[in-house]
């Protein structure tokens, strides 16, 4: 038999390679696990940090937040890391902690079942099982695609902002970009110099802040390099900093309103046309939609080559798109800036729990798993970066970071009790879920008038984490067995 159809048996299987499944295999290494491996279906490891090489692509989190706590980086470049930084930074933690021995690249995962007593794996190159199954897909894995009419006609290029297809040469080109999310005012400031046109297709149009962005200095990197904990100082103060914006979010409405003064100042002194400023000017409150920072997108959607449309696409022809005024735009090349599924997981349709029941079918009301990691219904199976654990103000790795301890933990408790397994209690999941339901009520995200990918198809908040990092660091430092049904060995 080909190596392919090889079965190889683990304690642990984690899925993907992003901050989650690189930082999960860290961590299991350190506690002493070694019967793990970490599923990967590229050919390294950056998870959406290897898959987004849009030019422009940079975090909008400050460096020295965004990254492990255990692993610091004092080489930076700037307060704002770039891609190509981030997806290195995750290659050399990779090898520097020693997991990338753990990874079998090129196994894309197909469907995970729960068969009783472990789970079973298939991947397009073999099947796994595990006693515990970790899954690190982030939500911001699978390109969303609009159904567009006609698109299957049009003969220019078209690709996704996440499958930056960097064969097609823009200089020249009639460009359209359909969306204006996160990427897109990455890109559009990018691109818009060496296209000879460039439609924008907005449906809502974002607020925009200011990017406090600058070059660390070479001084600066050699006191982090001799000093650690100076840099760590840094990394606290900025923490601090944007735990303080909860407030906004969630309680203080007053706190947005001021904030949303300095966006439209902002937009005031970059878009100096009051026509092209009314087409770009929210009509919701600052927050509801993720925040965006920029100090190029107003100036690039303001040059001569830019049009920005506010109709609806009515249908894409060979040549270009016509919008639902009867206009059409002629353009031979098509970018979505579409953003991910992130309410419509892949996952939801892979994974498959006790009595076959999928991800999906227990989701049918919508995503909810307790702590944002355990789902009733899916024994020794644990989530990273699930329902209700996204940021609206600070860094997703701090709340990686309190999921990989939580689950840890979980693992220990099972080896002292000689636990087999281990599922959240229904009516813990569905006490926890209810609180995060009600904390959510009075936030910006569901009463700041605009719909965003934070909602799913009920309109509830399913993705957002609706209070302080430090409250859900509180609440996930122990696993707790008495929440948890359990089967001893």
């Not at 902002?266 to 993720?290: E, M, N, S, W, Y």
């Amino acid at each position: 038999m080909g190596e392919q159809h090889e079965l190889e048996q683990h304690r642990i299987v984690v899925i993907g390679t992003g901050f989650a499944g690189i930082g999960m295999a860290v961590r299991l290494k350190q506690a002493g696990y070694d019967d793990f491996v970490v599923l990967e279906r590229a050919d390294d490891v950056g998870g959406t940090w290897r898959d987004n090489t849009y030019p422009g692509c940079r975090c909008d989190v400050p460096s020295h937040l965004y990254s492990f706590s255990f692993a610091p980086n004092p080489d930076w470049s700037s307060t704002f890391s770039p891609q190509p930084e981030i997806e290195d930074y995750l290659r050399k933690v990779t090898d520097a902690f020693g997991v990338r021995e753990h990874i079998r690249f090129g196994r894309a995962v197909e469907s995970a079942h729960w068969d009783g007593e472990r789970w079973r794996i298939q991947t397009g190159a073999g099947e796994f099982t595990a006693d515990v199954l970790v899954s690190g897909m982030g939500p911001l894995a699978e390109p969303s695609y609009p159904k567009l009419p006609g698109i299957e006609s049009f003969e220019g290029a078209v690709f996704h902002s996440a499958e930056w297809d960097h064969d097609v040469d823009l200089a020249g080109r009639k460009v359209a970009v359909i969306g204006t999310g996160a990427s897109a005012i990455q890109f559009v400031p990018a691109i818009q110099p060496e296209v000879e046109e460039l439609h924008l297709f907005q449906r809502t149009p974002p607020w925009v802040m200011p990017r406090p962005d600058r070059p660390i200095t070479p001084l600066e990197r050699s006191v982090y390099r001799r000093f650690p904990l100076a840099q760590k100082a840094v990394r606290a103060g900025i923490y601090w900093g944007r735990e303080s914006m909860v407030l906004g979010f969630t309680k203080l409405p007053a706190i947005m309103k001021q904030a949303q003064k300095v966006a439209e100042r902002h937009l005031a002194q970059q878009v100096r046309d009051p026509l092209l400023r009314a087409k770009v000017t929210p009509d919701f409150t600052l927050g509801c939609k993720r925040v965006l920072l920029s100090d190029d997108y107003y100036p690039a959607v303001a040059r001569p080559n830019v049009e920005v449309v506010t109709d609806g696409i009515a249908q894409v022809t060979p040549t270009g798109i016509v919008t639902d005024d009867g206009v059409k735009h002629e353009v031979d090349t098509i970018i979505y800036g579409t953003g991910f599924r992130v309410t419509d997981l892949p996952v939801m349709d892979m994974v498959h729990g006790r009595d076959g029941v999928s991800l999906r079918e227990a989701w049918s009301d919508g995503m909810e798993a307790h702590l944002g990691t355990a789902i009733s219904g899916f024994p020794n199976f644990f989530m990273l970066i699930g329902p209700n654990t996204g940021l609206g103000h600070s860094s997703m790795v701090f709340m990686i970071e309190s999921q990989i301890a939580y689950i840890v933990d979980a693992l220990k408790t099972m080896d002292a009790n000689g636990l087999k397994a281990v599922e959240v209690r229904r009516e813990v999941q569905r006490a926890f879920v209810d609180g995060v339901r009600a904390s959510m009520r009075n936030t910006i995200w569901t009463r700041g008038g605009c719909t965003s990918w934070y909602l799913d198809a009920q309109g509830r908040n399913t993705t957002l984490w609706p209070s302080f990092t430090f409250r859900f660091r509180q609440l996930t430092r122990r696993f707790d067995p008495g929440q948890y049904e359990t089967v001893a060995m």
